[in-house]
């Protein structure tokens, strides 16, 4: 059994780990459940990624209770289906997506899921930026992954919902991104809870991207319905041969044009940094690297994050991951 520490890491030791352990059908024991995050333990969030995994793969489990500190989960065969999972909270119903996708793809008939919970989340990747930037490099991989936000879920009530159909993979493709290619152009995404239009926020939001990036820039503009009020906005360059972006989320007290400056900044500090994949992306695509063997990308940054979800995925599987600057490679 593979015993894992998380004394110094938070949910994604966790997720990985699941992924990990139902792909390889290698049982594992983690102590000190995100004990670097200020609410220790399990969260809804986590402990329904948990157990949706264990109701895919009909695993025994130890620990699976709220605040659980520890777990032990012992695999046993994946059986793709159709299945809804509902978080209960605002938690991020793209981490539990994050979670169930490695052992789904790899079976012999096509999974469908419906997810319930927050859709744009702190600390997170939004399900709009999943789909504009993180699905289209698993496209590259030759991953067949449809993915539909039917209802925007903020935070604290929650309440949105995706749904992913998840397509059999025959066979990944490692992912090679050494260079960006010629910028093709800049999109900026502002989406608001409907709650928010009369102070037209989405709008705002894109006029303060704008100040700060102008040049090559498409716009776009959403209004949703949602229980709670909230808005994002998300900056995507578009290169010939990757996307690099950011996402902002509305805080309250912060004018909507902040927020907008705050995410185009934060998109050009990716851009300037000459990376192939932005830092967050790049510690998603991790797990995909080395199921395919082979791969190189170049992030924005090496961060903890990436650092400690290497050494799980080393631990699960009969890889080697190389760090040259801010190259990332399987050796």
Excluded: W
């Excluded at 949910?11 to 594992?28: C, D, E, N, W």
């Excluded at 990624?49 to 025994?60: T, W």
């Excluded at 600390?123 to 449809?146: C, E, G, S």
């Excluded at 090496?302 to 760090?323: G, M, P, R, Y």
Aim: net charge positive; with cysteine; charged share 20%.
């Amino acid at each position: 059994m593979i015993t894992i520490d998380s004394a110094n890491s938070g949910g994604q030791i966790l997720r990985t780990s699941l992924s990990l352990s139902v792909v390889t059908q290698k049982p594992f024991k983690i102590t000190n459940i995100r004990g670097k995050r200020e609410k220790p333990g399990l969260q809804n969030q986590h402990l329904t990624a948990v157990n949706a995994m264990s109701k895919i793969c009909s695993a025994q489990v130890k620990g699976n209770s709220l605040h659980s500190k520890e777990l032990e989960f012992k695999p046993s065969k994946v059986n793709p289906g159709n299945y809804i999972f509902d978080i209960g909270t605002a938690g991020s119903t793209m981490l539990v997506l994050q979670t169930l996708l490695p052992p789904l793809l790899f079976t012999k008939s096509k999974s469908q899921l419906k997810i319930t919970g927050g859709t744009s989340n702190p600390l997170a990747p939004p399900a709009f930026y999943t789909k504009a930037v993180f699905l289209q490099f698993l496209k590259l991989m030759n991953i067949d992954i449809i993915v539909n936000v039917e209802k925007e879920g903020f935070v604290p009530k929650g309440g949105g919902q995706i749904t992913a159909k998840i397509m059999p993979c025959k066979k990944l493709k490692p992912l090679n991104i050494t260079e960006k290619g010629a910028l093709e152009k800049i999109h900026a995404f502002a989406v608001s809870s409907q709650s928010l239009r009369e102070n037209d926020v989405a709008q705002r939001l894109l006029n303060g991207f704008a100040e700060i990036i102008e040049d090559n820039l498409e716009i776009h503009k959403q209004y949703v319905s949602s229980l709670d009020p909230g808005c994002f906005i998300s900056g995507i360059a578009k290169y010939a041969n990757t996307f690099i972006g950011t996402t902002s989320l509305g805080k309250l007290g912060v004018k909507a044009e902040d927020i907008g400056k705050e995410c185009a900044k934060n998109l050009l500090s990716e851009i300037n940094s000459n990376c192939t994949v932005d830092s967050f992306t790049a510690d998603q695509l991790l797990i995909y690297m080395a199921l395919s063997k082979k791969g190189k990308i170049i992030s924005s940054k090496i961060t903890d994050h990436i650092k400690s979800n290497i050494e799980v995925i080393e631990k699960f599987l009969d890889v080697k991951f190389k760090i040259e600057g801010n190259e990332i490679s399987i050796k």
